[in-house]
Structure formats: structure tokens, C-alpha cells
């Protein structure tokens, strides 16, 4: 009877003590929670997708440049209008189809002549003189030559110093001497000739050695 009795005292307080144990049981779990290098990774839900309008690509905008695209770099450049693309393409015909400007070929420079004459006085008299054309192989191997002479005189004779004598021609009052045998490389012949005067002066109209003046 007297268990009983004491069994009735305590029923009031057990609410209480369930709910203080139930507090210190939070309270420590809690605590274990909040305690340094106890704490479970906290994950963060993922973030919603970015809001992005039909045909656009979603993403960091990219960066814009404050230096004009160049022509070399840029894919495309300005439009051509319709007129002018129509101009350059008939420049480009017209161009296409002129015919070629052909120039005349440059005159070929004359070469020095091989051999060469020098007509001079050797002796004067009264009513004839004699002269002399100096005939110059100027090459490095034997040479023809021909030497012309007009003069309106007489001619009484000619001869070849020291060399075979060449062949003589007159037409009016031309005279050409051809040479028998060439003239040795680098050598020289004095081509000598007497005339009647002809009341003007003791010099031919004309001379020329292979078809080059005498000097």
C-alpha cells in the first residue's frame, strides 16, 4: 500500500522529465552538429539554368573589341553597289581584249670596225701629189680589206708598201683597191696613190676602209 502511494506521486513529474531529457537530447545533438570538424558537408542545390531567348547561346557574353576590324582581318568588307562592280568588270574586259603594244626592237649598237683607214699627204707638186691611206687591222686575227677613194683627178699610179699589191678598180671617179692576202693581226699597210690635180684641194670627196670613213 504504501509502494502504490508512491508510485501516484511521481506520474505528475514524468511528462516533465521526458521533456527535459527530450531538450538536453537536442541540445547535444545539436552542439555535435555546430562543433568544428563534426559538421557533414553542407551541398548546395545546383543552380537553375540561365534564361536565354530563342537562337542566342547561353553563357558568359563575349568580350567586346573597341579596335575597327581591319580589311585583312575581316571575313567580309563593304558592299559593292550594283554600278560600280559593273564598271570594274568592263575595265577588266576592256583591259582583257586591247590588243599588246609591240614595240619596235632597239637598233643593234654599231660595233667598232675591225679595220680602219687614215688618209693623209705624204708629197705635193705643182700639178699632182701623192697620198697615202693607212690601213689598220685592229683584231686579233688576220683581215680582208677595201679601201674606195674619189677623187676627180687622174690617177697615175698606186702600190701597197712592203705588201702584196692589191687589186684595183675604177668606176667614173671612184677607185676601189681590194687586198690580195690579209692584213696580219694587229699589222697595218700604207696603201700609197699619185693623182694629176684637179685645181681643188689634195683630198678625196670621200674615202673608207670596209665601209668605215677614213680618219
Not at 508512491?6 to 545533438?29: E, H, Q, S
Not at 687586198?179 to 696580219?184: F, I, N, R, T
Not at 690635180?197 to 676602209?209: I, K, L
Request: aromatic letters at 6%; charged letters at 15%.
Amino acid at each position: 500500500m504504501h509502494e502504490k502511494s508512491g508510485n501516484t506521486r511521481l506520474l505528475p513529474w514524468v511528462p516533465t522529465i521526458v521533456g527535459v531529457l527530450a531538450l538536453i537530447g537536442f541540445t547535444a545533438v545539436t552542439i555535435g552538429r555546430l562543433a568544428p570538424g563534426h559538421s557533414a558537408p553542407r551541398t548546395l542545390p545546383p543552380p537553375e539554368p540561365a534564361f536565354t531567348l530563342p537562337g542566342t547561346i547561353s553563357g558568359p557574353p563575349a568580350p567586346v573589341s573597341l579596335v575597327p576590324a581591319s580589311s585583312a582581318t575581316s571575313p567580309a568588307g563593304p558592299a559593292v553597289p550594283a554600278e560600280a562592280a559593273e564598271v570594274t568588270r568592263a575595265t577588266t574586259r576592256a583591259t582583257a581584249s586591247a590588243p599588246a603594244v609591240i614595240r619596235p626592237p632597239a637598233r643593234p649598237t654599231a660595233a667598232p670596225a675591225s679595220v680602219t683607214g687614215e688618209y693623209r699627204i705624204l708629197d705635193s707638186f705643182d700639178d699632182s701629189f701623192i697620198g697615202q691611206v693607212l690601213v689598220i687591222n685592229r683584231t686579233s686575227r688576220p683581215q680582208d680589206w677595201v679601201v674606195t677613194l674619189t677623187y676627180p683627178g687622174n690617177l697615175r699610179t698606186s702600190w701597197l708598201e712592203s705588201l702584196p699589191q692589191p687589186t684595183l678598180v675604177r668606176r667614173g671617179q671612184t677607185y676601189t683597191w681590194t687586198s690580195s692576202v690579209p692584213l696580219a693581226a694587229g699589222a697595218n699597210g700604207q696603201l700609197r696613190f699619185h693623182f694629176d690635180r684637179a685645181g681643188g684641194p689634195d683630198t678625196p670627196s670621200s674615202c673608207a676602209v670596209n665601209g668605215s670613213n677614213c680618219a
